[in-house]
C-alpha cells in the first residue's frame, strides 16, 4: 500500500526554528516527485512545491519562495518541510502528497497533515 | 500563473439530488489538465478526478468530471451522505494552483 506519514503536531513560539517530516512507504520514493500544500485554518488548499528526491530538484511556488525549505532525504524515504524563523500566519495544517508521474502533475496519495501551531 | 475560480462557494442540496460544481480558470488548461478532490472535516483530501474526467481508483460512478479550456464541472449524479464534504479543483498546466473550494451541505 502506497503511504505517507507525516510526523506529528508542533507548537512553536514566533521565531523559532521547525522542521517537519514525511515519509514514503510502499513505492519507489525516489522516482515519484513530492509536494507540500498548506491548509490555513478554515481556508484552502495552496501549493508550496515540489521536491523530486532523487536529485532534489525542486520547484516553489512564487508565494511560498523564500519562506520555508523543501528537501529530501533519499537513504530513508523522507521529504522535509523547513522553516528557520516561524511567524503567526504559519500557524496551518500541512500536507504532503504525491505527484503519481513527473512534475507537474496531480496529487494521488496525501499525508494525514502536520498541524503547525505557531503562538507565543 | 493560472488562476481558478469555482462557484459557487456553497452548494445545498437534499440526498439523491444531482449536484454540479464548476471550476473556472483565467487562462485555458491545455490537455485537460485538471484534477479534482473531496475533503471532510479533520482529513486530507482525496483525489476524485484527473485529466478532467478521469476517475481515480476506488472513486464510484457516480462523480463524473467534463469540461476543456477555461470551464470544467464535477458532476455527482445522486448524492449520498457521505459526499457532502468539500470540493476542490487543482490544475498542473504549470506550477499547480488549487481553486477556493465549493462545500457541499445538506439542505
Known amino acids: 500500500e502506497v503511504q505517507l506519514v507525516q510526523s506529528g503536531v508542533e507548537v512553536k513560539k514566533p521565531g523559532e526554528s521547525l522542521k517537519i517530516s514525511c515519509k514514503g512507504s510502499g513505492y519507489s520514493f525516489t522516482n515519484y516527485w513530492i509536494g507540500w500544500v498548506r491548509q490555513m485554518p478554515g481556508k484552502g488548499l495552496e501549493w508550496m512545491g515540489s521536491i523530486y528526491p532523487i536529485d532534489s530538484n525542486t520547484h516553489y511556488s512564487p508565494s511560498f519562495q523564500g519562506q520555508a525549505t523543501i528537501s529530501a532525504d533519499k537513504s530513508i524515504n523522507t521529504a522535509y518541510l523547513q522553516w528557520s524563523s516561524l511567524k503567526a500566519s504559519d500557524t496551518a495544517m500541512y500536507y504532503c502528497?504525491?505527484?503519481?508521474?513527473?512534475?507537474?502533475?496531480?496529487?494521488?496519495?496525501w499525508g494525514q497533515g502536520t498541524l503547525v501551531i505557531v503562538s507565543s | 500563473e493560472i488562476v481558478l475560480t469555482q462557484s459557487p462557494a456553497t452548494l445545498s442540496l437534499s440526498p439523491g439530488e444531482r449536484a454540479t460544481l464548476s471550476c473556472g480558470a483565467s487562462?485555458?488548461?491545455?490537455?485537460?489538465?485538471l484534477a479534482w478532490y473531496q475533503q471532510k472535516p479533520g482529513l486530507a483530501p482525496r483525489l476524485l478526478i484527473y485529466y478532467g474526467s478521469t476517475r481515480a481508483t476506488a472513486i464510484p460512478d457516480r462523480f463524473s468530471g467534463s469540461g476543456s479550456g477555461t470551464d470544467f464541472t464535477l458532476t455527482i449524479s445522486r448524492l449520498e451522505p457521505e459526499d457532502f464534504a468539500l470540493y476542490y479543483c487543482?490544475?498542473?498546466?504549470?506550477?499547480?494552483?488549487f481553486g477556493g473550494g465549493t462545500k457541499v451541505e445538506i439542505k
Open positions: 487562462h485555458s488548461v491545455t490537455g485537460g489538465y
Open positions: 502528497a504525491r505527484h503519481p508521474t513527473g512534475y507537474p502533475n496531480w496529487f494521488d496519495t
Open positions: 487543482q490544475h498542473y498546466d504549470g506550477p499547480p494552483s
